[in-house]
């Protein structure tokens, strides 16, 4: 006990500067600081990227549903017996039967193509992200065909608000000897939602059902039936659930071939950006090797005068390997600390750098998402720490060995 207490204090009084070796112990604070950076950097953007997949993955999915099924041979109302049965199967939360239908919708002075979805309103109810996120009007008035649904990005293009009349325009009209003519139809905004995400909320009107089949002449049929399911990760489990469970002949495409390219970019992206924020640990590491290196060349006369003395090799090489994890530990508690600090509070630091710099960070038509959010990882936290620290030892192993190498007489001759 009295050996290690020993080491400590003679490992703490190296790390400490005397005059003559300023630059020993500037070397150390940058290692320090270069691994505490880097520590929290990994952690932040890691956590970021983990929060920026699952808000992306929760908010479309969350509307566009896990899976789509299509009935082969579609009949008059089919989809209402065919519903109940996906409902039934296991894994299955909700099916909702929907009409999908490109459309320009027409303002008093702009116009854009938007995506027209039919959708029953108590099936629409189920889906949170947009039943609980009517920000203008009553969802009531859409559930009893009083209007349409339109996102926050259309109205505040359109300058609408709730209760204002609507013209959209379909490719879908009457047959004329001159040929198919475009239908332009008035609607009420029943309301107005906003899902948090700008593709949806710039793109997307809902109209009821009944209505869709009406305009669009459908004879009682839908595009598909939207199913959202308890895990979206095992999509593939539930999808041969539904099969079994139906009893006409259907098609199913879920997320994995819909979403497919967008998640597998995202995924590259954060292995990518991983490998490079771990070179400022690397180098954090590196300076910690200059840096005992030096130390150790500091202290060779009084490694050789404690030698004589009777301090053994092992005591001179715990003295600098504890040195050395001194700085990879406080900086990687440091890090960690500065890591999740910034995680928990990334969106107040975005819009403070937007006010500051005057400057739109994370542009939601960019990033699709509205605000940034964090989702800290337990297990790559735990990882980035342990090897963090891990590299600091193995850094300060080189040189610790050098230390406990030299031999006293030959040092003490030569100075």
């Given at each position: 006990?009295?050996?290690?207490?020993?080491?400590?204090?003679?490992?703490?009084?190296?790390?400490?500067?005397?005059?003559?070796?300023k630059f020993v112990s500037i070397t150390t604070i940058l290692s320090f600081l270069g691994i505490a950076i880097g520590v929290a950097t990994l952690i932040t953007v890691l956590?970021?990227?983990?929060?920026?997949?699952?808000?992306?993955?929760?908010?479309?999915?969350?509307?566009?549903?896990?899976?789509?099924?299509?009935?082969?041979?579609?009949?008059?109302?089919?989809?209402?017996?065919?519903?109940?049965?996906?409902?039934?199967?296991?894994?299955?939360?909700?099916?909702?039967?929907?009409?999908?239908?490109?459309?320009?919708?027409?303002?008093?002075?702009k116009s854009f193509g938007v995506l027209v979805k039919g959708a029953d309103g108590k099936g629409l109810a189920k889906l949170p992200l947009i039943h609980d996120n009517i920000?203008?009007?009553?969802?009531?008035?859409?559930?009893?065909?009083?209007?349409?649904?339109?996102?926050?990005?259309?109205?505040?293009?359109?300058?609408?608000?709730?209760?204002?009349?609507?013209?959209?325009?379909?490719?879908?009209?009457?047959?004329?000897?001159?040929?198919?003519?475009?239908?332009?139809?008035?609607?009420?905004?029943?309301?107005?939602?906003?899902?948090?995400?700008?593709?949806?909320?710039?793109?997307?009107?809902?109209?009821?059902?009944?209505?869709?089949?009406?305009?669009?002449?459908?004879?009682?049929?839908?595009?598909?039936?939207?199913?959202?399911?308890?895990?979206?990760?095992?999509?593939?489990?539930?999808?041969?659930?539904?099969?079994?469970?139906?009893?006409?002949?259907?098609?199913?495409?879920?997320?994995?071939?819909?979403?497919?390219?967008?998640?597998?970019?995202?995924?590259?992206?954060?292995?990518?950006?991983?490998?490079?924020?771990?070179?400022?640990?690397?180098?954090?590491?590196?300076?910690?090797?200059?840096?005992?290196?030096?130390?150790?060349?500091?202290?060779?006369?009084?490694?050789?005068?404690?030698?004589?003395?009777?301090?053994?090799?092992?005591?001179?090489?715990?003295?600098?390997?504890?040195?050395?994890?001194?700085?990879?530990?406080?900086?990687?508690?440091?890090?960690?600390?500065?890591?999740?600090?910034?995680?928990?509070?990334?969106?107040?630091?975005?819009?403070?750098?937007?006010?500051?710099?005057?400057?739109?960070?994370?542009?939601?038509?960019?990033?699709?998402?509205?605000?940034?959010?964090?989702?800290?990882?337990?297990?790559?936290?735990?990882?980035?720490?342990?090897?963090?620290?891990?590299?600091?030892?193995?850094?300060?192993?080189?040189?610790?060995?050098?230390?406990?190498?030299?031999?006293?007489?030959?040092?003490?001759?030569?100075?």
């Amino acid at each position: 006990m009295k050996s290690l207490y020993f080491e400590i204090s003679l490992a703490l009084r190296y790390m400490l500067a005397q005059r003559k070796q300023k630059f020993v112990s500037i070397t150390t604070i940058l290692s320090f600081l270069g691994i505490a950076i880097g520590v929290a950097t990994l952690i932040t953007v890691l956590s970021v990227m983990n929060g920026f997949r699952s808000e992306l993955f929760n908010r479309i999915l969350g509307v566009n549903g896990h899976m789509e099924v299509f009935e082969v041979n579609a009949q008059k109302k089919s989809y209402q017996k065919l519903g109940k049965e996906i409902e039934r199967a296991e894994g299955v939360l909700f099916a909702i039967p929907t009409i999908k239908r490109q459309g320009l919708v027409i303002g008093k002075h702009k116009s854009f193509g938007v995506l027209v979805k039919g959708a029953d309103g108590k099936g629409l109810a189920k889906l949170p992200l947009i039943h609980d996120n009517i920000i203008e009007g009553d969802f009531q008035n859409f559930l009893d065909n009083k209007g349409i649904l339109v996102g926050l990005g259309i109205a505040n293009s359109l300058f609408v608000k709730a209760g204002d009349e609507l013209s959209l325009l379909f490719p879908e009209g009457d047959s004329t000897p001159f040929g198919v003519l475009p239908q332009l139809v008035k609607f009420k905004v029943a309301g107005i939602f906003q899902a948090g995400i700008a593709q949806i909320d710039n793109s997307l009107v809902y109209l009821p059902l009944e209505k869709a089949h009406e305009i669009f002449d459908t004879n009682s049929t839908v595009s598909s039936i939207e199913v959202t399911t308890k895990n979206a990760d095992k999509v593939g489990q539930y999808n041969e659930n539904i099969k079994s469970q139906v009893s006409a002949a259907v098609h199913i495409s879920d997320w994995r071939q819909s979403e497919v390219s967008l998640f597998n970019a995202l995924q590259i992206e954060r292995n990518v950006m991983f490998l490079i924020l771990s070179l400022i640990i690397v180098i954090a590491v590196l300076n910690i090797v200059s840096g005992m290196t030096m130390l150790v060349k500091e202290k060779r006369t009084e490694i050789a005068i404690l030698r004589t003395m009777g301090l053994q090799k092992s005591s001179v090489l715990r003295m600098f390997l504890i040195s050395g994890c001194m700085i990879g530990a406080l900086g990687t508690i440091t890090g960690l600390g500065l890591g999740l600090f910034l995680c928990e509070n990334i969106e107040i630091i975005r819009q403070l750098l937007s006010n500051l710099f005057q400057a739109e960070l994370f542009p939601a038509d960019v990033y699709f998402l509205n605000a940034m959010v964090a989702e800290v990882n337990v297990v790559e936290t735990v990882f980035i720490v342990v090897v963090s620290f891990f590299l600091t030892v193995l850094a300060t192993l080189i040189p610790s060995m050098e230390a406990s190498r030299l031999h006293p007489a030959k040092q003490l001759r030569y100075n």
